[in-house]
């Protein structure tokens, strides 16, 4: 079964689409030029796709600007933001099989916000 969900983050302009098949969760996020998605680290590791777009990335301090498309492994523990140098489709990919993006264990396994 495929189901995608849209969510609005605040007044941001930051779009989510929550995209789920076969045991994989797929986090679409929408981000304009000149956002920048909050410091955060995860108890585990994660495959990002940048899709379209400009960003930097910084991991525990250190930045790097990135043209997509782009595949990104974002390893556990790691502080990480991205800031839009342009506008931005970025992608985060987890197996799990829950399907409703509120009860979702890797929305729940997020740590903390710095």
Same mark, same amino acid.
């Given at each position: 079964?495929?189901?995608? /969900?849209?969510?609005?983050?605040?007044?941001?302009?930051? =779009?989510?689409?929550?995209?789920?098949?076969?045991?994989?969760?797929?986090? =679409?996020?929408?981000?304009?030029?000149?956002?920048?998605?909050?410091?955060?680290?995860? %108890?585990? %590791?994660?495959?990002?796709?940048?899709?379209?777009?400009?960003?930097?990335?910084?991991?525990?301090?250190?930045?790097?600007?990135? %043209?997509?498309?782009?595949?990104? /492994?974002? =390893?556990?523990?790691? #502080?990480? =933001?991205?800031?839009?140098?342009? %506008?931005? #489709?970025?992608?985060?990919?987890?197996? /799990?099989?829950? /399907?409703?993006?509120?009860?979702?264990?890797?929305?729940?396994?997020?740590?903390?916000?710095?």
């Amino acid at each position: 079964m495929n189901k995608a /969900t849209l969510e609005h983050i605040g007044a941001s302009n930051v =779009e989510i689409i929550h995209h789920f098949v076969n045991g994989l969760y797929a986090k =679409e996020t929408l981000i304009p030029a000149g956002m920048r998605l909050t410091k955060h680290t995860h %108890d585990f %590791d994660h495959l990002s796709i940048l899709l379209s777009g400009r960003v930097l990335l910084t991991i525990d301090s250190v930045g790097r600007e990135i %043209d997509g498309p782009a595949f990104l /492994t974002i =390893e556990a523990g790691k #502080v990480h =933001e991205v800031m839009a140098l342009t %506008d931005v #489709v970025w992608g985060c990919l987890h197996a /799990t099989q829950e /399907t409703d993006p509120e009860k979702n264990p890797v929305k729940n396994r997020e740590s903390k916000n710095f």
